[in-house]
């Protein structure tokens, strides 16, 4: 009886908390969220491979398959994360916002141990275990906690379609905020010049920065759980609730699931081979890290700059059909970019910030195109499961990421690089035409796969929206 009165009063100050109206509050609080996110997630992507190679000395090819296997983990965590979320009971706060608290901390910490050059004498074994204990914590278990359900949230806040693309656009402004931090700022600060006169990475200055990036995330996350609201609330019919396995089938036949399961595995594979090998091609190819910082801060600036109106252009194009063109973009300028193979830093930071403005397309929209697709499922299925297929979608993104890593590292070690090869010349050639070509190819792919696999069009979308108001108001 005393737990009836008290989750009487829970949902009753739910309710209230609900009452508030949708606007820029809510767009800051979920772009901090994404803000603290990348404070963790882009510093691991963009040093750990650079970090384990030229500062600890394990092999490219070594820690790339490590990375590849952490994230195998991440098939059950994502997943098992996604089954809680939804089961787990709605607070005053809602059913999502809360896990974001509480796991605010331990992924700070977790990030901030997988920077430790204090190891860098110790024997491989002991670096190797040190390096997959840590990237797995951090990844495969807080990162998690965190992620999957601040990713949910975004159907709980508002089930206007205009309003979730808002959201889903602020996230990326969050991101990109954090990568100009990270990305921009950071390789000004972590790399030194050696007695050679090459651009190397300080390990004991990366290890700082990386505290810093954790204790501010902490402080980001709080800025998220305060500001955000939760409006919607989901409660699935007790006769058409599934098991894992059923839910699973009900994904895996769906052509929109697996249309942004194949895109977003491809604009993970783009992003982070332009990002991972942004490491190699400027110290190394060109000899010139600040050039680094310029050509992350160019990409953060077309992210913004698009995001003022990306909102816009989607209700008039389609996100679809925009993220296509966006595609074929990008695909365009790295082609151009291989075969000219320039050594004009400047050409080069050209076509680069060409192509991230056609990946800044689909990445602005990426979010809200997966809302899209969990009302399809509800459409056709008559289920809502968030957590669940926000984690299945998450875990994708993963093994991009993991592909990426591992890729990377097989190329980088194919091509002859290690600590010390890293400015031979035919090395450096090798850098120069594994950053253009293996992206160049990916935009293809993905433009392929928005345009011809992905069925949601703007139309099919409002559609859905349609179905789903007639069905809302038929169960008042």
């Known amino acids: 009886m005393g737990n009836t009165k008290e989750n009487i009063n829970i949902m009753a100050e739910f309710e209230k908390n609900a009452q508030r109206p949708f606007g820029m509050r809510d767009k800051i609080g979920y772009a901090a969220g994404d803000f603290a996110n990348d404070l963790t997630f882009v510093i691991a992507s963009l040093f750990m491979m650079k970090f384990y190679t030229d500062v600890m000395g394990v092999s490219a090819a070594l820690v790339g398959l490590l990375m ?106 969050g991101a990109t905020v954090a990568q100009i931090v990270i990305a921009v700022i950071l390789p000004l600060v972590v790399y030194v010049t050696d007695a050679e006169g090459h651009r190397v990475l300080g390990g004991n200055r990366l290890m700082i920065a990386s505290g810093i990036c954790s204790l501010l995330a902490v402080v980001v996350y709080m800025i998220c759980y305060s500001l955000s609201t939760e409006r919607v609330q989901f409660v699935n019919d007790k006769k058409n609730q599934k098991n894992v396995g059923q839910l699973f089938k009900i994904l895996f036949t769906s052509r929109a699931f697996i249309g942004i399961i194949v895109s977003a595995l491809l604009l993970l594979l783009v ?71 320039t050594d004009n830093v400047v050409v080069w930071i050209i076509l680069y910030t060409i192509a991230y403005m056609g990946l800044a397309f689909f990445n602005l929209m990426c979010w809200a195109m997966i809302v899209d697709v969990i009302d399809d499922i509800q459409v056709k299925n008559n289920v809502r499961s968030d957590g669940t297929v926000y984690s299945v979608y998450s875990f994708a993104r993963k093994l991009g990421q993991a592909g990426s890593s591992g890729l990377i590292g097989l190329l980088l070690t194919i091509i002859g690089y290690t600590e010390s090869t890293a400015f031979d010349t035919e090395v450096v050639n090798g850098i120069y035409d594994v950053t253009a070509i293996v992206p160049a190819i990916g935009f293809a792919l993905m433009a392929l796969s928005l345009l011809f696999l992905y069925p949601l069009s703007k139309k099919k979308v409002q559609e859905n929206v349609e179905a789903l108001r007639l069905k809302k108001e038929d169960h008042k």
Request: charged share 15%; with cysteine.
């Open 68 to 173: 590849m296997v952490a994230k195998v983990v991440d098939a059950f965590t994502d997943v098992a994360m996604g089954q809680i979320v939804d089961r787990s009971p709605y607070r005053a706060k809602g059913k999502f916002a809360p896990w974001i608290r509480r796991f605010a901390g331990p992924v700070a910490v977790a990030s901030f141990l997988i920077f430790a050059p204090y190891f860098a004498d110790k024997p491989m074994g002991f670096k190797v275990f040190w390096m997959f204990f840590t990237y797995l914590l951090w990844g495969s278990v807080c990162y998690t906690g965190v992620n999957i359900p601040y990713g949910s949230m975004v159907s709980a806040m508002s089930d206007v379609p205009e309003e979730r693309q808002m959201l889903s656009t602020w996230r990326n402004i």
């Open 271 to 341: 992003q982070l081979t332009l990002t991972g090998m942004g490491n190699y091609i400027y110290p190394n190819y060109f000899n010139n890290t600040t050039m680094l910082s310029l050509s992350s801060f160019l990409g953060c600036a077309v992210v913004l700059l698009l995001s003022t109106f990306v909102t816009k252009l989607s209700d008039r194009i389609g996100k679809k059909e925009l993220s296509g063109v966006g595609a074929c973009i990008g695909a365009a300028a790295l082609f151009v970019a291989y075969i000219i193979h």
